[in-house]
């Protein structure tokens, strides 16, 4: 097999470009029953979380965020980094493509799929900015040099080469040798997305899958302290447990 990096030869690539068709695997995950998903979806998301994290290979946090932007959706992969019954959490560049959608249409899904376990899980919901508090806390538990990327990138703006990224990189490390404390930029943070909807997919023989899906009304404004601006006021707002619908779809 060719190491990640290597380019691939003409022939290998032309053989998959007319075999993709044909790749096909048999997903065989044990049923998904509504007595086993129970009545609380964070109980069970935390539940195939932590299967996630036994059984993934790499990643087992990394989700796809999916935005509107001007009616234009746009999806990228993101590290989940906290979750409760609050919602869930990442953190990004709030300049950077994503957090300008987020800051027009504070709406966001994420998608987790964890191929080893033939699961899918699908979250739909608001989206609202963390307390700049929150934010610091955990921008000062990375490791430096992720603090320093987070403060030189100017990221999804054009930049002219990848020099052009060293070379700041190399002044910021200049200028700040020596100094310990490294403050959080004011244009990086964490969102949050409150769920209004839970799907969990289970991969099952000949493609009759299990689909759940936990839904409620969606946390507008005044129950997630504004707009997309800060999640300060929100606490306790979120709709009790008992408040949530759980239903199947045919897969
Ligand atoms: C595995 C993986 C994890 C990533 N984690 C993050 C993340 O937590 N935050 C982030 O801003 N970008 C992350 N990225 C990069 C994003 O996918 C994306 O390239 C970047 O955020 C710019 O997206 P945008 O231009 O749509 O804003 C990750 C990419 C991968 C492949």
Do not use: C
């Not at 507008?220 to 504004?226: E, I, P, Q």
């Amino acid at each position: 097999m060719s190491k990640a990096g290597d380019w691939l030869k003409e022939k290998e690539i032309a053989t998959w470009r007319t075999a993709v068709s044909a790749l096909r695997m048999e997903y065989t995950g044990e049923e998904l029953s509504e007595e086993k998903i129970g009545e609380d979806p964070f109980a069970a998301f935390e539940h195939w979380f932590a299967e996630a994290v036994k059984h993934a290979k790499y990643d087992p946090n990394a989700m796809v965020l999916s935005t509107v932007r001007d009616g234009q959706p746009s999806g990228r992969v993101v590290l989940l980094k906290g979750f409760d019954e609050r919602g869930f959490v990442f953190y990004t560049n709030y300049g950077s493509d994503k957090g300008q959608a987020l800051a027009e249409t504070p709406a966001a899904a994420l998608t987790f799929h964890w191929a080893e376990l033939f699961r899918q899980v699908r979250i739909e919901g608001k989206v609202v900015k963390l307390s700049d508090e929150e934010s610091s806390a955990y921008f000062h538990s990375r490791p430096r040099e992720s603090r320093l990327s987070a403060m030189v990138s100017p990221q999804s703006q054009r930049i002219a080469s990848r020099q052009e990224l060293l070379d700041l990189m190399e002044a910021l490390k200049k200028r700040y040798d020596g100094v310990e404390e490294l403050q959080k930029p004011d244009d990086w943070g964490g969102f949050r997305v409150v769920p209004a909807r839970i799907e969990f997919w289970q991969g099952r023989t000949n493609r009759l899958h299990d689909r759940i899906i936990f839904e409620r009304e969606s946390l507008d404004g005044s129950d997630t302290g504004g707009d997309v601006g800060s999640d300060t006021e929100r606490t306790e707002s979120s709709s009790p447990q008992n408040q949530w619908e759980r239903y199947r779809l045919a897969p």
